[in-house]
């Protein structure tokens, strides 16, 4: 298993003082394989995800990437790995170009990579700011440049650390082409996001931590079985006024001729529901049932600031 | 090899972008020291035998901008670095802890040496200085400038604010380069000094690179060697150690 995956962290362990920050974490990431990270603020992934760079030393436990260990075998895993910080740090002493040239430089890469600096800079629409100095650019741009420097030396596995993060809607959705591009042509990529709904179209796997401990580790689609809610909407052909006593609790709000319920999946039938409302004179002229999303299954697993 | 000589090759344009603060500002306060202090003290502080007060003065004042200015470009450049948060992206890198050490020493060298070489080529215009031993006077600026920007280093990695740094360059390396004879020859001091001078590194740093010039000194230029190689070796293996375990830049 560890021979094949792509990231495999072993019961790895961090304190920051008193904190627990990571409580054993366990998984691994298959080659090839899009990867969510999610949990709310303070959950332990930019720690998790900084282990792995190697920016964080862990206390316990072993992490390594296409099989190398991250501590002993260093210099491979940073090959490996492209980090994209979740801070909007830059050098205010580079332009944009530079900033790309320098990391690669750093990494043992010359002239030979330029072309693909070239690429990078065009693909991430940052061409007509190349001699631009990081300074003078906005934060979505600077944020551009992070996952540039990330990529510059084409490593197979790319972490992105709330790549999203205060970028508008135009550059987030450009975001994702890329992103998902890097995954078409075969690269790793593992991802962290509050904006749930991303994590819900693009990762095929994803890790729930809360408090440094993994609530949940599955495919989507399991994890979205999970949901045990969904919403029934009702709309009626005459205002809704008197409601049967039985589906009173039930009932999320009535809007005139609509009404939106919240049903149990493993308790309330769709079908005794709608029977119970037309029995109460009722008539309905329309129904749309919507399942749960990983929202609301995130909100169940790490409840409202957690336990 | 490619990877230590970019950041050599950054480290070097960092300060020569902006020459005029890192080189030419400490070469003009350094003549500026050289003028007034001529000026007053010529003929009144007694020197080495057959050499006048001014001539004295040149080889302390470049080395005193060696010392100063290698430190500055190590622990600046840290420390920007860290507080920017900046430093993730050579700490995201294959360099090893060995690598970083060599580009940043190399390129505070490189900066120390340039400022000391300023000062003599502006310094040759106002007073005669006799060259004893290109080769001493060469090795003691390189040896010198390499123990200051281990220095740096060791600060720049220790400090967490700006004022951390001025600290430290307020309290420890400026009173030991302006005390270590810059401006006088120890053996005009009282013997409690000339003693305590011994115990002052930039001391040996100063006397070796004088003897480059004049051919004496006031301890012999092998005891001065061996003091200045023996802290460079020591610092450096402190500052390896310091980078491998990852204090306090790898949380
Ligand atoms: N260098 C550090 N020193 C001390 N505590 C730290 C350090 N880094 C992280 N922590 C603490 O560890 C916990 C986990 O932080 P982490 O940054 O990993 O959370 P996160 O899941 O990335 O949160 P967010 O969604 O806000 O980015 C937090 O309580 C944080 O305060
Ligand atoms: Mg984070």
């Known amino acids: 298993m560890v021979a094949n995956s792509a990231v495999s962290v072993d019961t790895l362990h961090k304190r920051f003082g008193t904190l627990h920050a990571l409580k054993g974490i366990d998984f691994s990431i298959a080659q090839g394989e899009f990867f969510g990270l999610l949990g709310p603020n303070g959950a332990g992934k930019s720690t998790l995800i900084n282990c792995l760079a190697g920016l964080v030393r862990p206390d316990a436990g072993r992490l390594s990437v296409m099989g190398h260990d991250v501590v002993t075998e260093y210099r491979r895993t940073r090959r490996l ?64 440049v992070l996952i540039g420097q990330a990529l510059v030396h084409k490593p197979p596995v790319v972490v992105l650390d709330e790549p999203t993060a205060g970028v508008d809607v135009e550059l987030r959705q450009a975001l994702w082409r890329f992103i998902k591009r890097l995954h078409t042509e075969g690269h790793t990529i ?29 495919t989507k689609s399991e994890l ?57 004179g009722i008539d309905i002229i329309d129904i749309q049932v919507e399942e749960d999303r990983l929202e609301d299954v995130f909100v169940q697993l790490v409840g409202e600031g957690g336990k | 090899m490619y990877g230590v000589y970019t950041l050599f090759y950054k480290e070097v344009l960092r300060f020569w972008k902006v020459a005029f603060q890192t080189v030419l500002a ?40 060696v010392i100063q200015n290698a430190f500055a470009n190590s622990s600046s450049s840290l420390i920007q670095s860290k507080v920017t948060g900046n430093i993730v992206f050579l700490l995201l890198t294959p360099l090893s802890h060995f690598e970083l050490f060599i580009g940043y020493v190399a390129a505070a060298v490189v900066r120390g040496f340039t400022v000391g070489a300023g000062v003599f080529l502006l310094a040759v215009f106002y007073a005669q200085v006799p060259v004893h031993s290109v080769s001493i006077v060469i090795g ?51 013997a409690f000094w000339q003693k305590l001078s011994h115990f002052n590194p930039f001391f040996y740093m100063i006397d070796g690179f004088r003897y480059g010039f004049f051919g004496q000194s006031d301890v012999a230029v092998e005891i001065s060697f061996l003091v200045v190689v023996i802290a460079l070796l020591v610092l450096s293996v402190l500052t390896l150690a310091v980078l491998k375990s990852g204090y306090k830049l790898r949380a």
């Open chain 2, 26 to 65: 400490p070469v003009i306060t350094a003549l500026l020291y050289l003028m007034v202090f001529s000026h007053v003290l010529e003929g009144r502080v007694k020197v080495f035998e057959g050499v006048n007060y001014t001539s004295f003065l040149i080889p302390g004042l470049m080395m005193m901008s």
């Open chain 1, 224 to 280: 979205l079985a999970r949901g045990i809610c969904r919403s029934l909407h009702i709309f009626a052909s005459h205002k809704i006024e008197t409601l049967p006593d039985q589906l009173r609790e039930k009932v999320q709000h009535i809007n005139g001729h609509s009404m939106e319920l919240r049903l149990r999946k493993d308790k309330d039938s769709i079908v005794s529901v709608l029977d119970t409302i037309r029995d109460a």
């Open chain 1, 190 to 218: 593992v991802l962290t996001t509050h904006y749930l709904e991303e994590a819900e179209n693009l990762c095929e796997r994803i890790a729930i931590l809360d408090h440094g401990a993994a609530v949940a580790l599955e």
């Open chain 2, 140 to 190: 003691f600026a390189i040896l010198s400038s390499g123990v200051l920007a281990v220095m740096g280093m060791i600060a720049g990695i220790w400090a967490e604010k700006y004022d951390q740094l001025a600290a430290f360059q307020n309290f420890i390396i400026m009173p030991l380069s302006f005390l270590s004879g810059v401006f006088y020859s120890i053996h005009s001091l009282p």
């Open chain 1, 81 to 144: 790995l492209g980090v994209v910080p979740q801070e909007l740090v830059y050098d205010p002493f580079l332009q944009v170009r530079e900033a790309l040239q320098f990391q690669a430089g750093y990494f043992g890469l010359g002239k030979e990579n330029d072309d693909w600096i070239e690429e990078l800079l065009t693909t991430l629409n940052l061409a007509d700011r190349a001699t631009t100095n990081m300074r003078a650019l906005s934060g979505g741009m600077k944020r551009r």
